[in-house]
């Protein structure tokens, strides 16, 4: 075979061959552009024409083959503060930057194009030149386009978020602590958190989170911030109630929230804390009055069932005195001594029966039916009935001096002389009467009644300005301040007060100081003169009671009894001539102060000569008029002294 050697011949095959070989690129590279996910683009200066590939057309949404030709074609495209950039770029074929030629080098900008549904896009532009080997002017040059509108979007979204989440940390109104979860220092703190601590944000920032706390927690605390650091450890979000430790030295009690996050790639913990000192004390205080309450509602109930046993005494107790008054006043002449003595025995033990009844009445009775009461009288009623406890613990010494009434209820007062006399008692740590003394005095000192329980027991009991109960306080500490709680209200009800300070040789001293009700205490009845012949009508529903006190008065005046007090008003009101009417308060039908009403509107006369007796169980409606009574000296509990009756009957008559 003869083979053409000439340079002719070999100069056709080189050029076949690279014509092959470039025909063999361009599909090759045809193929890579086609599948890349950026799109490119060739621009041929010498022709003054743009090739575009596929994906380029696809990300611009255009069909190919309509996208533009020309590089000055793109102006309607690129967004017109973009194409500025672009003439700055490309000038006569070349690709410049400041008029300094950059053929063989590459250049990136962002740009924004329309597409061809008409909304601008943003895209990340490339382009490099491709010098001619033989002039080395640019021959070509070739870009690629990235289409970023998303990737920018997500990242000004994630900005926004971020700056919306620094807002939100810095400004919320929980204090929030971010700190390292393996070294434990404080990476950051909001302003919340500032105000919490008392100390600025570079002081807590790089500081550990154990200055946050106090130095030593009590094992309550310590338990519970173990809890909380496993439940962390086991990724779940935790709550605990922890103090923490202000820049000026107080405590303040939080409820800490805390949950795990990542930051860089490093495990930190958030700490959101809340001050509930303010919700812990409107929690305290609701948890007082329910006990307030509750010990309020006991003291009601068994007030009504003593005053309803004493309601229910009184009267065969007004059997039992009345009569033995009457046997005693008949073995009197007898000479008996032994019979006398044993009467006069029995007498003794039904008086102090009386005495007990009466002072269940006076601490019983309803609080507005008489605003004032004696202190002292108040006083010795309950130190009677507080002896069962005092007698064993502590001396009782007793200042009494004669006051003005004052201006609270006998009820109320006996509650807080009963508080504060068991408070003094409960205060001494060893029952030794020898040496444990309670000194209780009372005085007036210029408007007002002032009471003081003076002990000399251990310090065990709060004395901060308020009476209210501190935290922390449990057991018998815990009632005892209770009953201080509970004597401060009743006492503010009528304007008085309530002081604990310490004693001056140890113990403390309860001061009480109650307004005076302005009645002279010292008026008495007028000088009564024997009437012998008076008469006197006893209206008593109770047929023993009636008889009881005809036998009292029976042997110095004239006594009628009736039981039925209707019938009776009938007989007054057609003139039954009686000088005085002693009438029971609480009687069916008609009630001793129906009776007074009626007879004030026809005889007057007979209405301001009336006297009353009662049980106690006076119902309260009728707590006023009986008040109104018992001023007037017009009133006397059963069982009724035949002495005191006898002498009232008398000063009827006498005026």
Not at 141 to 153: A, T
Not at 477 to 505: H, K, M, P, Y
Request: aromatic residues 4%; hydrophobic residues 45%.
């Amino acid at each position: 075979m003869h083979v053409d050697a000439s340079p002719a011949a070999a100069a056709r095959l080189a050029a076949f061959v690279a014509r092959s070989s470039d025909e063999w690129h361009m599909r090759l590279r045809s193929r890579l552009l086609a599948g890349a996910i950026e799109g490119y683009w060739e621009w041929d200066s010498d022709r003054d024409r743009v090739r575009w590939s596929d994906r380029t057309c696809e990300m611009l949404r255009v069909a190919p083959g309509t996208a533009p030709p020309r590089p000055d074609d793109l102006a309607q495209f690129i967004h017109p503060a973009d194409w500025l950039t672009i003439r700055a770029l490309v000038v006569g074929g070349k690709l410049v930057d400041r008029g300094a030629d950059l053929s063989g080098h590459s250049v990136g900008t962002r740009l924004r194009i329309r597409g061809g549904d008409g909304v601008f896009r943003e895209y990340l532009a490339n382009a490099k030149t491709v010098p001619d080997d033989r002039t080395g002017r640019p021959r070509l040059v070739v870009g690629s386009l990235l289409d970023v509108s998303e990737q920018l979007r997500l990242g000004r979204e994630l900005r926004a978020s971020e700056a919306r989440n620094s807002v939100l940390f810095h400004y919320m109104n929980d204090a929030a602590v971010i700190a390292d979860s393996a070294t434990g220092i404080v990476l950051d703190a909001n302003e919340a958190a500032e105000r919490l601590w008392g100390r600025s944000r570079a002081e807590l920032v790089g500081s550990h989170q154990s200055g946050l706390h106090p130095d030593i927690l009590d094992a309550q605390s310590r338990a519970a911030f173990r809890d909380h650091v496993e439940r962390l450890g086991r990724d779940e979000r935790s709550s605990t109630e922890m103090p923490i430790k202000r820049a000026d030295g107080r405590t303040v009690i939080t409820e800490i929230s805390a949950s795990l996050l990542e930051i860089g790639g490093r495990s930190a913990v958030l700490g959101m804390f809340r001050d509930v000192s303010e919700r812990m004390r409107s929690d305290q205080l609701i948890r007082e009055r329910e006990s307030e309450l509750q010990l309020t509602s006991r003291l009601a109930a068994m007030g009504g069932l003593a005053a309803g046993v004493g309601h229910e005494l009184n009267n065969p107790l007004s059997y039992v005195i009345g009569n033995l008054s009457v046997i005693q006043d008949a073995v009197a002449a007898s000479g008996d001594r032994d019979l006398i003595d044993a009467v006069h025995d029995a007498v003794q033990g039904a008086t102090r029966m009386k005495e007990i009844v009466s002072d269940l009445a006076a601490i019983t009775q309803a609080d507005d039916s008489i605003a004032e009461c004696d202190p002292c009288e108040v006083a010795r009623i309950s130190m009677r009935l507080a002896m069962r406890d005092l007698r064993h613990r502590a001396d009782l010494v007793t200042e009494l001096m004669a006051t003005a009434p004052a201006a609270i209820t006998s009820s109320r007062l006996s509650q807080v002389l009963l508080n504060l006399l068991s408070n003094a008692a409960n205060s001494f740590l060893v029952a030794d009467p020898h040496s444990n003394v309670i000194v209780l005095r009372i005085e007036q000192v210029d408007g007002v009644v002032r009471i003081t329980v003076r002990d000399n027991g251990a310090d065990r009991r709060p004395f901060s300005g308020s009476l209210s109960l501190p935290f922390g306080l449990a057991g018998d500490v815990r009632t005892r301040a209770l009953e201080l709680s509970i004597c401060e209200r009743l006492l503010a009800e009528v304007d008085g007060t309530l002081s604990v300070s310490r004693g001056a040789g140890g113990g403390s001293v309860a001061t009480v100081e109650v307004p005076v009700a302005g009645v002279d205490p010292h008026e008495g009845l007028a000088p009564v003169r024997l009437i012998c012949d008076a008469r006197v009508l006893v209206l008593d529903d109770d047929e023993l009671a009636g008889r009881v006190l005809k036998r009292m008065l029976g042997s110095t005046f004239h006594v009628t009894v009736r039981h039925d007090a209707s019938t009776a008003l009938e007989e007054l009101l057609q003139n039954e001539s009686f000088d005085v009417v002693i009438c029971d308060l609480m009687m069916p039908r008609l009630t001793g102060e129906q009776l007074y009403w009626a007879l004030a509107e026809e005889r007057g006369d007979l209405a301001d000569r009336m006297l009353f007796v009662t049980g106690g169980g006076v119902t309260p409606e009728a707590s006023e008029f009986e008040a109104a009574m018992r001023r007037s000296g017009r009133v006397f509990l059963k069982p009724v002294d035949a002495n005191e009756l006898r002498a009232a009957v008398r000063g009827v008559l006498d005026a």
